[in-house]
Every structure is written in structure tokens, then in C-alpha cells.
């Protein structure tokens, strides 16, 4: 398969604690997003990375939120000292190209107990 | 920031009918791209069409069809002979900054339309 994977697809963590997500984007793709999807929402814009260098962080995404994207490959999304606001479907996507349709993963839901 | 509406939280048709979905939205560009996404339940977000304002003839892909109204930002989707298989969420979906900033084009999407198709 060579779409766009994302591991783990679910989360069960206690607030507090740290999880990380990884999203694996198609290969030659050189722009990948991450948005978050909060039950009965459209997604909402986090961070965008070109290539390795990430361009854009939203709003949203607090002190708290870190991501990578090391080599221009695979990316990790990082969560510290999660809360229950946290609790959302983390969505990861790519493209290649200008107004090139963005290729969505499975997603990783996350609970904060 | 670019905004999009999407009007209708819920629809549900007979299958084999045809439903319309609605969707506005707000921008100072000229020239961009639009589209709408089908998140099935439990399933990942796929792309169902694909707008290029400067186009004038609106895009179709075989039962899907687009009523593109630029002057009134308009954009619906049309989907003829329903299937069981379309029941999904749809979301309309706008490049943020489409020219500017890196070419980000991150989308905003509408807060989306809960489809049914009634067997």
C-alpha cells in the first residue's frame, strides 16, 4: 500500500503523560500537514513542514505540541503532559505540487483519560 | 483567514435519489482550487472533486458533479443515483493563503454535512 500510514491508529493515555505519533507520507511527496478533528468538526490546521523544514505552526498548536520531520521523510507529532482537551483524531496528510489534491491517513485517536 | 460554511449538518436520501450539498465560502483570491472530501464512518478522508476557479465548466466525476458560482462563492456538490456506499460525512474544503506563504495551501474545511442513504 502506498498511501499515507499513521501509527498508532489509537491512544489510551492518562492526563499528563507524553504520546507520540508518527505519520508515514506517500514517498515522493514533499509537503505534509497535520490537523486535528474533534468530534462533529471539520479537521483544523496544525503545522505544515516542506520537505524537513517545518513553515507553519498554527495557533492551536500550544508549547506543549512539538513536531519533526527529520530527513524530509516520516514525521512525529509529540504531545507533552497530554489533557483531556487533547482528546481529538490527529490527522496527517501530503502532496506534491501546487493545488495538488492533500492525501489524508487513517488518523490516530487519542483518549486523555 | 478564509472561511467556509457548510449549512447542512445532516441529510439523508432513498438510495438512487439525488441530493444536493451546499457549501459557501469566503476569499479575496482569484484563482484557487476548492474541493470536497468524503470521510466514510471509522474510514480515512478521501478526495471526491476537485474545482479550479478559472475554470468555468464545473468539474465531474462520473455521479459526482459540482455547481460552481464564483461571483457568489458558491460551490455544492450533486450527487446522482445515491448509493449505499456514499453514506459518509462531506466536508468542502479551501487552500488557506492559496498564492502566499510557501505555498502551504493548508485547507480549511467546513464543519461538514452528515450524509445517509436510506436503503
Known amino acids: 500500500d502506498t498511501g499515507v500510514s499513521q501509527d498508532p491508529r489509537h491512544k489510551i493515555t492518562k492526563r499528563g503523560q507524553n504520546v507520540t505519533f508518527r505519520c508515514d507520507p506517500i514517498?515522493?511527496?514533499?509537503?505534509l500537514y497535520w490537523y486535528r478533528q474533534t468530534l462533529g468538526q471539520g479537521p483544523e490546521f496544525l503545522t505544515y513542514f516542506q520537505n524537513e523544514a517545518q513553515l507553519e505552526k498554527s495557533r492551536l498548536l500550544s508549547d506543549r505540541f512539538s513536531a519533526e520531520r527529520p530527513k524530509g521523510s516520516f514525521s512525529t507529532l509529540e504531545i507533552q503532559r497530554t489533557e483531556q482537551g487533547d482528546s481529538a483524531m490527529y490527522l496527517c496528510?501530503?502532496?506534491?505540487?501546487?493545488?495538488?489534491?492533500?492525501?489524508f491517513g487513517p488518523g490516530t485517536r487519542l483518549t486523555v483519560l | 483567514a478564509q472561511t467556509v460554511t457548510q449549512s447542512q449538518p445532516e441529510m439523508s436520501v432513498q438510495e438512487a435519489e439525488t441530493v444536493t450539498l451546499s457549501c459557501t465560502y469566503d476569499t479575496s483570491e482569484s484563482n484557487y482550487y476548492l474541493f470536497w472530501y468524503k470521510q466514510p464512518p471509522s474510514r480515512q478522508m478521501i478526495l471526491v472533486i476537485r474545482q479550479e476557479a478559472y475554470k468555468q465548466q464545473n468539474a465531474t466525476e462520473n455521479r459526482f458533479s459540482v455547481n460552481f458560482q464564483k461571483a457568489a462563492k458558491s460551490f455544492s456538490l450533486k450527487i446522482s443515483d445515491s448509493q449505499l456506499g456514499d453514506t459518509a460525512m462531506y466536508f468542502c474544503a479551501f487552500p488557506d493563503d492559496p498564492i502566499s506563504n510557501f505555498g502551504n495551501e493548508k485547507l480549511t474545511f467546513g464543519t461538514g454535512t452528515r450524509l445517509t442513504i436510506i436503503p
Open positions: 496528510a501530503s502532496r506534491l505540487g501546487w493545488g495538488g489534491e492533500q492525501f
Open positions: 514517498s515522493e511527496h514533499n509537503r
